[in-house]
């Protein structure tokens, strides 16, 4: 599957019919989440707050999942140096960046209300901000090396070093005593939540992911589109 | 199914926690379709210049 999509003209035309496809079905989950979202009871505890968890928590897993894909990408960009793996992790930092930036601010819209703070530093809050702070990095990185083999290079390495954040963003809140509540969907003796609550966060969670694979696409397309022309600008001047 | 779009006393988070998720997701949207008619307008343009 991989080697398949790692010729770039095979990417380029199932790309094409993918992306908006997977952004059809994104629209169509966020409407459906959204309408089973807002018909939901309001929590006995949390009153109508809940309803931030319907995008909070498919951010935070966005922000996560994005920074996986960075990651994996850059690994192979940076053993095989194919050019298609470079341009994959390239596309995912700035949409990475958007989710955990909406995974902070929702995060903390729906703290102080529950916890009487915007924010406080804890291991969860913590690491989802040096999550943010690797996003912005690998960017601003990218941006300063002009040598795009180098840059590349800098980049994986870089991405590489970073994921070693996620294990510790995701057992944060088992390892050290947080503000932050525990994990209610992924857990190993299942979710700790009511299904009028599931069913609308999960159709959330697919959205989003659906969206993001969306855009990554079209990301990762403009990418190809941007070597070709620096390709074709090269040969003209030679 | 009714709707419960009444956030009461929450409104003030609820509310600014949906404005800024539409607000970014439909930012990323436009930025990515933005970016990929330039770059292929780019990329075509000096395809045709090339022949």
Redesign the interface.
């Known amino acids: 599957m991989i080697s398949a999509l790692a010729n770039p003209q095979r990417f380029m035309n199932l790309s094409r019919w993918l992306a908006p496809m997977m952004g059809a079905l994104a629209a169509a989950l966020a409407l459906a989440g959204l309408w089973l979202a807002f018909a939901a009871p309001e929590d006995y505890q949390q009153g109508d707050t809940i309803r931030i968890m319907f995008i909070h928590v498919p951010a935070a897993w966005l922000a996560m999942f994005a920074y996986a894909c960075m990651a994996g990408a850059s690994f192979f960009g940076l053993i095989f140096r194919h050019s298609l793996a470079e341009a994959a992790a390239r596309a995912a930092a700035p949409l990475g960046a958007g989710f955990t930036f909406l995974a902070l601010v929702t995060g903390s819209l729906w703290g102080r209300p529950m916890w009487g703070t915007w924010w406080v530093w804890d291991a969860r809050l913590t690491s989802v901000l040096v999550l943010l702070l690797f996003y912005l990095g690998y960017m601003a990185l990218q941006a300063a090396i002009e040598d795009e083999a180098k840059g590349a290079r800098a980049c994986a390495i870089l991405a590489l070093v970073g994921a070693v954040n996620l294990p510790i963003v995701k057992f944060s809140v088992d390892w050290w005593n947080t503000l932050h509540q525990p994990s209610s969907v992924l857990r190993a003796d299942g979710p700790a939540m009511p299904s009028t609550y599931l069913t609308p966060l999960l159709l959330m969670g697919l959205a989003y992911t659906l969206a993001f694979g969306a855009l990554w696409c079209v990301r990762i397309r403009a990418e190809v589109w941007r070597r070709r022309a620096a390709a074709l600008q090269l040969r003209s001047a030679l | ?11 003030a ?2 509310w ?3 404005a ?2 539409a607000a ?2 439909a ?3 436009a ?3 933005l ?2 008619r ?3 307008r ?2 075509q343009r ?2 045709a ?2 022949r």
């Open positions: 199914m009714m709707l419960d779009l009444d956030a009461g006393r929450y409104a988070y609820v600014p926690a949906f800024v998720s970014v997701i930012g990323m949207v930025d990515t379709l970016r990929a330039h770059w292929r780019e990329a000096l395809e210049s090339e």
